[in-house]
């Protein structure tokens, strides 16, 4: 009896020719849930990476998981019909054109296995490579990735990460000492920049070691709340392409003293503009132009209100620092990244009219270039961010 009708309810539908049936929705089993978070897996993939996974040596081990686990899916029988509700990007119809892949004759156990996920156990006299509790978890916390919903607050950072890193501002090394984790770096794990965005409290584990809950934010746009000796454990696993990302290095030694041996490589001026652009007059206090030089800087400034780089206009001397042993263009570089959000924008026409774009003007108070500088000695600058809004530095985490 359908439920709600009566017998008589039944019986008369039924001469009518319309069928009753009770439909009874059954409980997935383990299996078909693992299929279906499976799909849902690389379907994340194709959204934040806009194609399908593929094979090959060059991609991350993830990438080549999902790439066979959709060839599997796709030979699917019964199971098939599982996910094709599911399918509205049409992966499952979709032809795979990745070369053949060392992965694509494991078995499900031996698939799960790579991917951290535990099957049954088996028999102990059977038991081959028994990984650890703490082992498991760890390639449970790697795997078990999360879209990062506020991700545009750090792709801007890993964007120029990769323009210093192109620039030679920072480089990467291979990672060595768990104490390297901090709020604020980032590293290349799996073939991706990480970057740790928090930190917990410091806690001591059983067995006496310290560890931590971290935020780390994945070039891909997801996140991981893994610990930190998981993230140490995945950088090493990865060999040598466990790589640190260094903080930007202008070079050895920045000082404005010398010691016995120092050779001098320069200057940073910093000059305020005679120009009467009105933007300049009514901003004179704020607009700097920010420079390093290895010549006289007053041989650099001779004829300023003949070049378009000077606004065409003389300028003042308001502060200079002496270099030693350092690499002038990064260390330029690295200043003009930055005050990049208080670059001005301000044309000026050269001596035959055409207009000029001068690019080493920033409306930035002088008190905080200063601090700059000192935060370039101290090599605390990596953590800091110009907010011109507020016409200060704040720590990378605290900006919006």
């Known amino acids: 009896m359908a439920k709600g009708f009566t017998d008589e309810d039944d019986a008369l539908l039924a001469e009518l020719g319309v069928e009753i049936e009770n439909k009874k929705i059954a409980a997935r089993t383990p299996q078909e849930e693992r299929i279906i978070a499976g799909f849902e897996e690389i379907q994340r993939f194709v959204d934040q990476n806009g194609r399908v996974p593929d094979h090959g040596e060059d991609k991350d081990i993830f990438e080549r998981l999902y790439a066979t686990r959709l060839e599997r899916l796709r030979e699917l029988g019964s199971g098939r019909d599982l996910i094709s509700g599911m399918d509205h990007q049409g992966l499952l119809g979709a032809e795979n054109s990745a070369e053949e892949s060392e992965l694509e004759n494991l078995d499900d156990d031996a698939l799960l296995a790579e991917l951290g996920i535990e099957t049954e156990m088996p028999s102990i006299s059977e038991l081959k490579h028994v990984r650890s509790a703490s082992e498991k978890k760890i390639a449970e916390e790697v795997a078990g990735r999360e879209k990062c919903e506020d991700f545009n607050t750090f792709k801007p950072l890993f964007e120029q990460i990769q323009k210093e890193l192109d620039s030679g501002l920072r480089e990467t090394r291979k990672f060595e000492l768990k104490a390297e984790i901090e709020p604020g770096r980032f590293f290349i794990v799996g073939g991706q920049k990480a970057y740790v965005a928090e930190m917990g409290e410091i806690e001591l ?30 950088l090493n ?91 002038r263009t990064k260390l330029e570089n690295l200043l003009h990244r930055i005050f990049a959000p208080a670059q001005l924008d301000i044309e000026i026409p050269d001596r035959l009219g055409r207009p000029i774009c001068p690019k080493e003007w920033f409306m930035v108070p002088l008190f905080v270039i200063e601090e700059a500088i000192e935060r370039i000695k101290d090599g605390s600058i990596a953590q800091y961010v110009y907010n011109p809004k507020n016409a200060a530095l704040e720590l990378l985490n605290s900006t919006s």
């Open 205 to 234: 584990t059983d067995h006496g070691r310290t560890d931590s809950r971290l935020r780390v934010i994945f070039d891909n746009g997801t996140q991981s709340k893994m610990l930190m000796r998981s993230l140490q454990r995945a």
């Open 237 to 327: 696993a990865d060999g040598d392409a466990g790589r640190r990302i260094t903080e930007p290095n202008a070079g050895p030694l920045f000082s404005d003293e010398t010691d016995e041996g120092d050779e001098a490589s320069g200057t940073i001026y910093v000059l305020r503009s005679r120009s009467e652009h009105p933007l300049v007059a009514e901003n004179r206090e704020l607009v700097h132009k920010i420079g390093v030089t290895s010549n006289d800087v007053e041989k650099r400034i001779a004829g300023a209100h003949l070049q378009p780089t000077f606004l065409m206009a003389k300028v003042d001397v308001v502060a200079t620092y002496r270099l030693y042993n350092i690499n």
